[in-house]
């Protein structure tokens, strides 16, 4: 019998096709070598202890049944009612990245709390089964989002996605030479999703015809990631981002550190998730010279590594 697990998953940054994705469009994902680790130990008595000291949650008792819970425990509690936890527990969750990033820590940690309770529960769950309780979750918290951030979570690598995980593959690529640069500013997704989804719905088909042109795009930068045609790539990125500032989700910050980056010698350079602050990503064969060029644009410089594992025990 198993009493206690500990499981680590990776966080993720969108590579190309954001916002597109939730309309049925390809977008690419690669999983960083930073990590949510998530810790599940049973205990005696019918009580459910979660301890979440990054987002400020410090032994919060949770009771079955109980309707307004913080907001720092809502994806661990849709994790435990989806999968239909009894008994008592206590999960510890602990991240090697700030959850103002845009990492995607709530995906992170809906996937570690699953694999988690799979493991106690000796229940074996295939990694598409984990999405769909997980994309549930994650749904009933939310109410929208495409579950990139948890396919990235759960497969890890870098993949082509297409919502709801109607398509998960793996793509053979090396190493990405990416630059990460954080605008010191937290986006909120939901908020950007449904500024987008009026925007379509007033357009006259015109946004429409944006996810074409960047379903397109995506397609052309999965066969220059597997050939390792950075430049390529790069352009596509600097595609992608036209298009993104079209849909009005970038800012000036974002464009800052996107120009830095392009005037310093990237490839190319865009933000990655939904825009309104977060991260931007930059393709460069120079990585110091472009993180210096972000620095003295504004910007945090955050070192990760592309195509990291996905969910594993530790
Ligand atoms: O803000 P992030 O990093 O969670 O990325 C959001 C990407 C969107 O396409 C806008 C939403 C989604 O769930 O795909």
């Known amino acids: 019998m198993i009493n206690k697990v500990e499981v680590s998953t990776p966080g993720k940054l969108m590579l190309l096709g954001e916002h597109a994705v939730i309309y049925g469009r390809p977008c690419l994902v690669t999983a960083v070598d930073q990590r949510m680790k998530v810790i599940g130990e049973k205990v005696g008595g019918p009580g459910i202890t979660i301890d979440a000291p990054d987002v400020g949650i410090h032994d919060f008792e949770y009771k079955p049944g109980d309707g307004d819970v913080p907001k720092g425990v809502r994806f661990v509690v849709a994790a435990l009612k989806n999968f239909g936890w009894n008994g008592g527990l206590k999960i510890t969750t602990a991240s090697e990245f700030s959850s103002e990033f845009g990492f995607g820590s709530s995906s992170a940690v809906t996937v570690g709390v699953l694999k988690c309770l799979s493991e106690l529960s000796e229940t074996k769950l295939d990694n598409k089964h984990l999405f769909d309780l997980a994309y549930k979750s994650v749904l009933d918290v939310q109410g929208v989002g495409s579950g990139f951030d948890l396919a990235a979570a759960i497969w890890g690598g870098t993949l082509r996605f297409v919502t709801g995980g109607k398509k998960i593959e793996s793509l053979k690529t090396k190493e990405l030479p990416l630059v990460v640069g954080y605008t010191g500013i937290k986006a909120d997704t939901t908020t950007l999703v449904k500024m987008v989804s009026q925007k379509r719905e007033g ?112």
């Open 203 to 314: 357009s006259y088909g015109i946004v429409e015809e944006i996810f074409d042109q960047v379903e397109s795009l995506v397609n052309e930068a999965r066969v220059g990631l597997e050939k390792g045609n950075w430049e390529q790539v790069g352009g596509l990125m600097n595609e992608n981002q036209k298009e993104l500032e079209t849909l009005g989700v970038s800012t000036i910050e974002l464009s800052r550190l996107i120009t830095a980056a392009r005037e310093a010698g990237a490839w190319g350079a865009k933000l990655s998730g939904a825009g309104g602050g977060d991260c931007m990503i930059a393709l460069a064969d120079k990585p110091k010279v472009i993180g210096k060029a972000i620095a003295k644009a504004g910007g945090v410089v955050i070192n990760v590594s592309s195509g990291a594992e996905g969910v594993r025990v530790e």
